[in-house]
């Protein structure tokens, strides 16, 4: 169905609020949460249509990871800085702090969540609007999320649940790793079932469907950080950001980060052949020979693997990684490594410890996955009672 003139197509949240719930900021002064993901489906920047827009007052803006224009890389630290076109302070959320402060928020009416997600527990965009909405309800500030689409779609579930006691900023509420929701369902879930109690407004997209991967709603992707350049990238990374929390390189400084795995010390082919040997669902492991520009082995050749998924319906990304993970920990026992000793980076990607320690004792794979089945469906149960969009006649799946 077309929709005023437009191309067939998903219609996002910000869309929706400017054309039919635009009485959720007029006459309000507003904050804005965003970064260059923020546009409408001609690529219009939400800065742009808000200020532009009589009766609305966009007073301040929020940076999360990467900053504004999502240039910085991860893990640096952002400035806040201003909005010279419109000489609007733009507050930084990853930071001196990464929670709006009560001076951050004074004068404000409402604050406007409009980040594309991506699917993955550890990407820290969800963590920000938790913690946002944490603010909202201390200072009686209300928020509106504008929803987007999960880019890997909103059927599969994946990964463990994450326990509490790892709960950081790249896993700050206990959700599956692979959590096949969208950013209003999250919103939805963290606000009462985690009990939140911001006073909360959701704008649903219009026209997606939970089978839905990115390009089979005809927007534009636009990079919501500098890693993750592709839906390809979205696809892999609730698995082979795994990589981060060990030595082995996760592609960054690269043309595909996430998507190559290697390091100085691998036989690229061998491995190659071992990993295909698995034959794994929906996924071929290439050889290949890298130089990462930036970060792990920065200007040092490393081998290993580019991860080709073939089927994405098939394709189950923790599963994957953590096969790759235990054939690279057996493979090179020597060179292998966990990040961190006191509190293993693996440890708060992966939302447990439990996980690092089966694999480092050598147990199988399969068994691990099969250890957090109860969990995850207890989650999907509970996940029901947040979901604002259609399910296919088929049941969730729960990889």
């Known amino acids: 169905m077309m929709h005023r003139g437009r191309r067939a197509g998903v219609r996002p949240g910000l869309t929706v609020l400017l054309e039919d719930r635009l009485e959720l900021v007029e006459g309000k002064n507003i904050g804005l949460i965003t970064n260059p993901t923020g546009v409408d489906e001609n690529l219009a920047s939400n800065i742009f249509l808000l200020c532009r827009r009589p009766g609305v007052c966009l007073k301040a803006i929020f940076a999360p990871e990467h900053g504004l224009w999502g240039a910085e890389q991860d ?13 609007i302070p733009v507050y930084s959320l990853y930071g001196a702090t990464r929670k709006p402060t009560q001076e951050m928020l004074e004068g404000i009416d409402a604050l406007v969540f409009d980040i594309q997600d991506v699917g993955a527990r550890f990407y820290t965009y969800i963590s920000t609007m938790a913690m946002a909405m944490e603010a909202s309800a201390e200072n009686d500030v209300g928020f509106v999320v504008l929803d987007r689409p999960n880019p890997i779609g909103g059927l599969t579930l994946e990964g463990n649940v994450l326990d509490p006691e790892f709960s950081s900023f790249v896993g700050y509420f206990p959700i599956p790793i692979r959590h096949g929701m969208t950013l209003c369902e999250l919103a939805r879930l963290f ?9 909360l407004d959701v704008v649903s997209m219009d026209g997606w469907r939970r089978d839905m991967w990115f390009d089979d709603t005809e927007l534009h992707w636009v ?34 980060p996430f998507e190559l795995i290697g390091a100085p010390w691998i036989d690229a082919h061998y491995l190659a052949h071992k990993l295909n040997e698995l034959s794994l669902d929906g996924v071929k492991f290439r050889p290949i020979y890298f130089i990462p520009a930036f970060a792990k082995y920065k200007d040092r050749q490393c081998g290993g693997v580019q991860v080709h998924v073939t089927d994405r319906k098939k394709f189950k990304p923790v599963k994957t990684a953590l096969n790759m993970l235990d054939k ?7 060179e292998f490594q966990w990040l961190g ?31 957090w089945e109860g969990e995850l469906s207890e989650f999907s149960e509970i996940r029901d009672d947040y979901l604002l969009y259609d399910l296919p006649r088929e049941r969730d799946k729960v990889a």
Do not use: W
């Open 75 to 87: 893990g640096v630290l952002v400035s806040s800085v201003s909005y010279e076109q419109a000489r």
């Open 191 to 199: 606000n009462d079932h985690f009990q939140i109690g911001a006073r």
């Open 223 to 256: 990079m919501p950080s500098p890693n993750m350049p592709a839906l390809t990238t979205a696809a892999v990374y609730p698995g082979t950001c795994l990589f981060e929390g060990t030595n082995i390189s996760e592609g960054r400084g690269t043309t595909r």
């Open 328 to 334: 690279i920990r057996h493979t090179y026992p020597d």
């Open 341 to 371: 000793e006191d509190r293993p980076f693996f440890d708060l990607l992966m939302g447990t410890d439990k996980v690092r320690k089966h694999l480092s004792r050598g147990d199988p794979v399969d068994d691990i996955i099969r250890s």
